[in-house]
């Protein structure tokens, strides 16, 4: 069957190309060029285990948290769940033969931690094993680079069970994760990232309660917090000691915050929010500390800091990974210990399917504002935007999405002319896929997919960097 499907791919390859009149007039546009971002660039997408495999519970895959938090239909917004999600598991070759075509290079993907080991820690499970031993041999024989995410949000349910990243024991829970992933697979995977926003999962999940575990409170945030930044810096040095010649970074979910108003009050608040989303995992792991002068309750992660973690938080990554998808607009509120919100931009801004501003020249600013680190290299490693995509025709004339990616990439193009070393970029995601609390209704991907027949039909916008990568 998945050889079937991909020979339909091929044979319908060509006649959408043809008939694609939206697609050619952007392509003639002559603003940039691949080759204005150098020759050793790394262009790319991102996936994640959960939102692309499905076979939630085939072959000894144990239980994870999104698994348990789908299973109550009232958690997710349209009342699905990732059991099938777009079924990567059973459909890897045909997909990753569909990207090879699209002319990306790089595939960034994330491990099932309960995949790989049912119950966090212990038995391994082989057929998990074999499963990610085929994916990446699939890759290698294409020419694609795999990239390994080692945490992508979905902790093994028996590990929540014990506190999840609430109790310090996940130090030593992940750090043998990590051994066991870089030493089956550290032969063939170069490129590797440890944790994919640590923020987005730590606030989430464990101070609002809206994302699996469902946990919340200040307490549990600040264990988490901590906890996440340990392993961050832990497993950067089990990669090292265990993976020659690595290329090592982690990710961080970053938003440019501009105050609402010129005045004191908001330009403070526009500063906590900044600590909140861009600095509060990263520096750490520069010896910078844990940014508290600006919120003070941060002061309270003291009492999870033992003796010695200040030189274990501690770890130079060989590149940091942005992931930037809008600004930030801020002003003072009533939330507790933060005291800021959000406000929507005014005016004709142009939003996204998400509720979300089109603002290209946030992640110019974004990148702008990492590369003052000391850190060596700046990857875009998520980027995109969700739009209402129809199929009318056997087509998807997603114009807006071209236009999304076109303006970001001038801004990332502009920040790394001025200096910022800005190496690769990643878009998100290369297929429609299972958006977390969102379910299914935002899409996101370069590939459209029905996700009651996973067939899947190339966008414009897939095409439009076929083009441009080719």
Request: hydrophobic share 40%.
């Amino acid at each position: 069957m998945v050889r079937l499907e991909f020979l339909k791919y091929m044979a319908t390859l060509a006649a959408m190309w043809r008939a694609n009149p939206v697609f050619e007039n952007i392509v003639s546009d002559p603003e940039f060029t691949k080759s204005d971002f150098g020759d050793d660039f790394y262009w790319g997408v991102a996936t994640a285990a959960y939102q692309i495999e499905g076979a939630w519970d085939v072959d000894g895959k144990g239980e994870s948290v999104w698994d348990r938090f789908t299973s109550i239909p009232r958690h997710v917004k349209d009342k699905t769940n990732g059991n099938h999600a777009i079924d990567f598991y059973n459909r890897y070759k045909v997909d990753l033969k569909l990207l090879k075509e699209l002319n990306f290079e790089n595939f960034r993907f994330s491990f099932s931690w309960s995949r790989i080991l049912p119950d966090g820690t212990g038995k391994v499970n082989e057929q998990g094993i074999d499963f990610y031993n085929r994916m990446i041999n699939t890759c290698l024989e294409l020419g694609i680079e795999p990239w390994a995410m080692l945490y992508h949000w979905d902790l093994p349910q028996k590990l929540d069970d014990r506190g999840g990243w609430t109790n310090r024991d996940i130090v030593d829970w992940f750090s043998g994760f990590v051994e066991l992933c870089t030493q089956r697979f550290g032969d063939r995977i170069g490129h590797w990232m440890v944790l994919n926003e640590p923020a987005g999962f730590t606030t989430l999940g464990y101070l609002s309660g809206m994302h699996a575990p469902m946990q919340s409170g200040v307490n549990k945030f600040l264990a988490s917090v901590h906890h996440a930044c340990l392993c961050q810096a832990e497993g950067g040095r089990i990669i090292r000691k265990n993976v020659k010649n690595s290329h090592i970074g982690t990710t961080f979910s970053c938003s440019y915050t501009e105050p609402h108003k010129p005045r004191e009050n908001h330009q403070l608040a526009s500063r906590r929010l900044d600590v909140m989303l861009n600095r509060l995992f990263i520096e750490p792991s520069l010896e910078m500390g844990y940014p508290h002068q600006e919120l003070p309750f941060l002061q309270k992660i003291e009492k999870y800091i033992l003796p010695g973690d200040t030189e274990k938080l501690k770890f130079e990554f060989d590149f940091i990974g942005i992931q930037n998808y809008f600004r930030v607009i801020s002003k003072p509120s009533l939330i507790p210990y933060i005291w800021a919100n959000r406000v929507k931009p005014t005016g004709q801004a142009e939003m996204t399917d998400m509720g979300w501003e089109v603002n290209p020249e946030g992640i110019y600013n974004i990148i702008k504002q990492f590369a003052k680190y000391p850190i060596k290299e700046i990857i875009v490693t998520e980027n995109g935007a969700a739009f209402p995509d129809q199929l009318i025709d056997g087509k998807v004339h997603d114009v807006q999405r071209i236009n999304f990616y076109k303006r970001y990439l001038q801004n990332i193009l502009k920040a790394k002319n001025e200096g910022a070393n800005v190496t690769g970029y990643f878009a998100w995601t290369f297929i429609d896929n299972f958006e977390w609390a969102e379910g299914f209704r935002p899409r996101f991907g370069l590939v459209y997919n029905d996700f009651e027949t996973q067939e899947r039909t190339v966008k414009d916008s897939g095409w439009w960097f076929r083009e441009f990568l080719k």
